[in-house]
């Protein structure tokens, strides 16, 4: 198992980031919200990981806090939500959000999530809600401060910012029709912004 990964930050292509640990890259998927709070590119990093092993594919996911990791891990031992959707729903809402929308029944926000409808909200609640009560309202908050992302280096790819971001919409899981029509609303108030940034905005707004 490998449980945290600590090197330089080489890579951003949301949601996945490449980390050099002497000389070795390691691909690792990461929740939006997880992502935003990293430095920046060159810049060294430690990770919470999970770590998933399948027979035609090795998968390593991300996090900033062991809270984060340990939501995750709640996620994905509910029926019917696997690594790829438990990501997507922590990409759309913080782990405190998430915990607070489940704690309080809020179906309206959680089936906003690409992948989540009215019968797999209802399951959240109905397996998730008490185990959430225990953890306390700040337990699942991450234990990193917030950056300012609108500084982040631009990631290693010859595409523009919106190809980025659109990407890693379609790779959360949103339609490429709503993705673009989100990013075109973001771009107009942060025209020079990151693909992070409009990641961020277009998540908002969905």
Known sequence: MIG??????????????????????YEIQMPMTSLYELPDVGE?????????????????????????????????????????????????????QFV????QEDFAR?????????KTAERLVLELA??????????????AAPIDTSGLQPTLTPHRPQD?????LIALGYKPAQ????????LKTEPDATSEVLIRFALKSM
């Open 4 to 25: 945290q990964i600590s090197g330089i930050l080489i890579a951003k292509q949301p949601p996945e980031v490449v980390i050099d640990v002497n000389g070795i890259g």
């Open 44 to 96: 060294p990093v430690t990770l919470i990981t999970h770590f998933i092993v399948r027979e035609d594919a090795q998968l390593l996911y991300g996090f900033n806090s062991f809270a984060e990791r340990s939501l995750f891990r709640q996620l994905i031992k509910t029926q019917g939500i696997g690594p790829k959707l438990a990501i997507t729903m922590m990409s759309g809402l913080t782990a405190h």
């Open 100 to 103: 607070q929308a489940v704690v």
């Open 110 to 118: 959680l089936t906003k999530i690409p992948g989540v409808g009215r």
């Open 130 to 143: 008490d185990k959430f009560k225990q953890w306390g309202s700040a337990t699942p908050a991450t234990d």
């Open 164 to 168: 980025d971001a659109l990407d890693a």
């Open 179 to 186: 993705a673009e029509k989100a990013i075109a609303a973001a």
